[in-house]
């Protein structure tokens, strides 16, 4: 739109509004504590503009809020931990800012109704935050490119029954890859490049019917690539760079017949690269 300038904070008399969209344009200044007076107030969409300073903690007073996009700002200071008090908060993205979330992110555990977590780059330290794994409704979860470490439950599938999308790349992440990840039926991306990951790719794993993007590249696994890998008949992308992975190609990855993208360098594999694709 192409709207330049600062949000005023006369905006927080608007006392009807429902939903307020001004992503994509280039306002500047601060986010006005009056929003918080929008008790009507349902979707807050301000991404991809260049507004600075803190996430008001009194955002929470608008207890209808489902939908919260501020990804792409210029934000800064800590992930305010009243929005956990949101009761009927959905999607939550924060990230590709200059947020300190340090090891806060825990209150999230408290909005049972979160679908969607985006914190990309937003400072996230400590252990994985195992107040995560109460949003039983999470379908979509983004943590790359912050410093979380500590290791998976093997029975993560278990608390995130409807989960399709999980990033975690670029962390501290370590110990095995969650041995009951076929429980997540309905995975369709998982991203868990550059951790510390080690011991062997599941088997299990190719029982995920559903899933399009596997990446597990630049971890310390050990073992082979497993043969029912050839089993994802939706598998478009399968990134296993740099896994210390040793053995054979499995000639049942012939059968991925929507494979777009294979990487297997940097490896200890013994076998020829010829497989054939039917």
Sequence with gaps: MGLQGTISPHIGNLSFLVSLNLQNNSFTGFLPHEISRLRRLRILILQDNQLQGN??????????????????????????????????????????????????????????????????????????????????????????????????????????????KIRLSFNQLSGHLPSAIDECRKLVHLRLADNRFVGSIPETIGSLQNLEILILSFNSLTGSIPPTIGNLSSLIELKLSSCNITGGIPRDLGHLSNIRSLEFSSNGLTDNYNVQVS
């Design 55 to 164: 996430i008001p903690p009194t955002l929470h007073h608008c207890q209808k809020l489902e939908i919260i996009l501020l990804t792409r700002n210029m934000l800064s200071g800590k992930i305010p931990k009243e929005l956990g008090f949101l009761p009927r908060l959905k999607k939550l993205y924060l990230s590709f800012n200059n947020l300190t979330a340090g090891e806060t992110s825990s209150f999230l555990g408290n909005v049972s109704t979160l679908e969607e977590l985006s914190l990309i780059q937003c400072g996230l330290t400590g252990s994985f935050p195992s107040a995560l794994l109460n949003l039983s409704s999470l379908v979509i979860i983004y943590l790359p490119e912050n410093d979380i470490s500590g290791t998976l439950p093997a029975d993560l599938c278990h608390y995130w029954p409807d989960i399709q």
